[in-house]
């Protein structure tokens, strides 16, 4: 078996996990288990004042009828809460709850956690082997379709 091949065998193992870890709901530092969606939709929420459905949609990628559902969801969990503002009565916007916002510290502390490991690696490569890496991103990058398009 060639070195290519090695590679490509080491990559269908880590998209293989990934598609396992998406299907399976976590705790992200709460009693709560939650699923990649809904720790996503609370990662575009951030703390704060919170955001509208069609922020939310636009930031995510996905319909208003998808908001709602994983909205409900987390409502459920109490993790999010509706609300409207003094000035805007007719929009519906939406923020974390103090376990909420536990939930987003956790999940972006495990995503910089990740990412300063990549880093140091990258970091110690010689300016050939990242240019080999960029290389072999921009084959998959053009070559991998975009079915969310």
């Given at each position: 078996?060639?070195?290519?091949?090695?590679?490509?065998?080491?990559?269908?193992?880590?998209?293989?996990?990934?598609?396992?870890?998406?299907k399976?709901a976590?705790?992200?530092g709460?009693?709560?288990?939650?699923?990649q969606?809904?720790?996503?939709?609370?990662?575009?929420?951030?703390?704060?004042?919170?955001?509208?459905?069609?922020?939310?949609?636009?930031?995510?990628?996905?319909?208003?009828?998808?908001?709602?559902?994983?909205?409900?969801?987390?409502?459920?969990?109490?993790?999010?809460?509706?609300?409207?503002?003094?000035?805007?009565?007719?929009?519906?916007?939406?923020?974390?709850?103090?376990?909420?916002?536990?939930a987003?510290?956790?999940?972006?502390?495990?995503?910089?956690?990740?990412?300063?490991?990549?880093?140091?690696?990258?970091?110690?490569?010689?300016?050939?082997?990242?240019?080999?890496?960029?290389?072999?991103?921009?084959v998959?990058?053009?070559?991998?379709?975009?079915?969310?398009?």
């Amino acid at each position: 078996m060639t070195d290519s091949q090695k590679m490509m065998i080491g990559f269908a193992k880590i998209q293989s996990r990934i598609n396992s870890n998406d299907k399976k709901a976590r705790s992200f530092g709460t009693t709560k288990m939650l699923h990649q969606a809904e720790i996503h939709f609370i990662d575009a929420i951030e703390p704060g004042e919170g955001l509208n459905a069609s922020e939310l949609s636009e930031k995510l990628g996905i319909t208003n009828g998808a908001i709602t559902q994983i909205a409900d969801k987390l409502l459920k969990k109490k993790l999010v809460v509706k609300y409207k503002k003094e000035n805007n009565k007719k929009e519906v916007y939406i923020r974390l709850t103090p376990e909420g916002e536990i939930a987003f510290a956790s999940h972006r502390q495990f995503h910089k956690e990740l990412n300063d490991k990549i880093i140091e690696y990258l970091d110690g490569l010689t300016s050939e082997q990242i240019d080999g890496l960029k290389g072999l991103l921009n084959v998959i990058d053009l070559h991998l379709p975009d079915l969310s398009k």
